[in-house]
């Protein structure tokens, strides 16, 4: 009986010191535990090195994506890099704050989760109440993905040609309508 596998895109990040490793080395032995029965990688990004914000607020962070084939659900996909995040020692203290790992679910093939209404509702949540709140069911695709050059600068090392779900606009016409100088920060390592 053939397995329904799905395509997933996530993003990865973290900017503290997991054990004695280094961000970019938590990396990549996060994307090495992702790897599974019912998780195959697919893609992996370059690494890159995006500032703190706000500038001098700790130490850059490392960031990438990789494209993955799974036949895990979208929520027991998410459950599971949740539990890749606390094998290096993510700690939920502050939401956006400073972090040893970060895995975010930015897209299980195409769905819109849990509904369109629900999507939209968080996709205009204000940013100062995104700062504060936290869905509290999975959110899909991710809603600040269009926002964020430190997401959309990975993604388009591996999947440019990938189209939002609902914007109906490509990884690289998002990284378009950023501001150039949010692009330029996010650098190859």
């Not at 979208?74 to 040893?100: I, K, N, P, S, Y």
Request: aromatic share 6%; with cysteine; hydrophobic share 45%.
């Amino acid at each position: 009986m053939a397995v329904n596998r799905k395509t997933a895109l996530i993003a990865l990040g973290g900017n503290l010191p997991a054990d004695a490793d280094a961000p970019q080395i938590t990396l990549s032995k996060a994307i090495r535990a992702l790897q599974s029965e019912e998780i195959s990688l697919r893609c992996v990004s370059r690494f890159f090195q995006t500032p703190c914000f706000p500038a001098g607020a700790g130490p850059d962070y490392v960031n990438a994506a990789v494209s993955l084939e799974t036949a895990l659900s979208a929520g027991d996909l998410l459950a599971r890099l949740h539990q890749v995040e606390a094998q290096f020692a993510r700690v939920r203290e502050q939401r956006w704050g400073m972090r040893t790992l970060d895995l975010d679910l930015m897209d299980y093939d195409g769905a819109v989760l849990p509904d369109a209404a629900a999507y939209a509702r968080w996709q205009g949540l204000p940013l100062e109440h995104q700062m504060q709140a936290a869905p509290g069911q999975l959110i899909l695709p991710h809603p600040r993905i269009q926002d964020r050059a430190f997401v959309l600068v990975p993604l388009a090392d591996i999947a440019p040609r990938w189209r939002h779900p609902v914007l109906q606009k490509t990884v690289t016409e998002m990284l378009a309508e950023l501001p150039a100088q949010d692009v330029a920060e996010v650098t190859p390592l």
